[in-house]
């Protein structure tokens, strides 16, 4: 059963050494990870599943472990999904999402709970991304999300997409059902809409909407904005 779920953007500037002297402009959005990553703690979890958009490649479960590098970005820097895995061969690398992730995991020092990780891919159907997150929330006792994506990437016209006048609403609704805990809106975004606005976390937000179907959770919105172009949002399930 789905206990917790934290929503975190996933752009590997969040990591300071990967943003270097444009650090400082994400603080409060670092700041609010760290928050959301207490409320998990707070839950006493038996297991964190950190779910994040991911390639055709690079989609699939991944353990405890599982290692990711910001090489692609300039950084050498490594990080590992939690621990465990030492006795395996070495699993594929973590998609950047997911490293992100693991990277927010590391810096607020987690250790309550077993970590393992699923790359969803964009296109993934909502129906799809839907059994996914009842399979997830059904695997045990209590269970949290670490849910990774971004909105929008056409916020202004420096975004990534261009400006798209649809963006701000697209965002504005995701923001809202994020923080509400609205499971019904959540399972309603369109994917074609989603794709064509370059929101990376339509998927994942999916996969949080059917584990939570159940569970009666109540959220709290920490962090809307968009710096970049690209809708940033930190939300917590509990």
């Known amino acids: 059963m789905l206990v917790a779920a934290a929503v975190c953007p996933c752009p590997p500037l969040l990591v300071p050494e990967v943003a270097a002297g444009a650090a400082p402009e994400l603080d409060a959005a670092r700041t609010a990870c760290s928050d959301a990553l207490a409320v998990l703690a707070a839950a006493r979890p038996d297991r964190l599943v950190v779910v994040g958009p991911a390639e055709q490649s690079a989609r699939g479960p991944y353990p405890a472990g599982a290692r990711g590098s910001f090489r692609g ?24 999402s997911l490293a992100v992730g693991a990277w927010l995991l590391e810096r607020t020092g987690w250790s309550d709970a077993p970590i393992e990780g699923l790359g ?12 996914a ?35 701000a609403p697209f965002d504005a609704e995701v923001a809202r059902a994020l923080g509400a805990a609205d499971v019904a809106a959540l399972k309603a975004l369109d994917p074609e809409l989603a794709s064509e606005l370059k929101a990376s976390g339509r998927a994942s937000w999916q996969v949080l909407a059917g ?25 917590t399930w509990s």
């Not at 030492?86 to 699993?91: I, Q």
């Not at 969803?120 to 059994?131: K, Q, S, Y």
């Not at 399979?135 to 400006?163: F, H, N, Q, W």
């Open 211 to 235: 584990a939570a179907e159940e569970a009666g959770l109540t959220g709290v919105l920490l962090y809307e904005d968009a710096p970049y172009g690209v809708g940033y949002v930190v939300a």
């Open 73 to 96: 970005f300039g950084v050498d820097l490594s990080v590992r999904l939690g621990r465990g895995g030492e006795a395996t061969a070495p699993p594929r690398e973590l998609p950047p």
């Open 133 to 167: 997150g009842r399979e997830i929330a059904g695997a045990a006792g209590r269970v949290a999300l670490l849910v990774m994506g971004d909105a929008s990437a056409c916020r202004t016209l420096k975004a990534p997409g261009y400006l798209d006048e649809r963006a």
């Open 120 to 131: 969803v891919g964009e296109p993934l159907t909502a129906e799809r991304c839907l059994e």
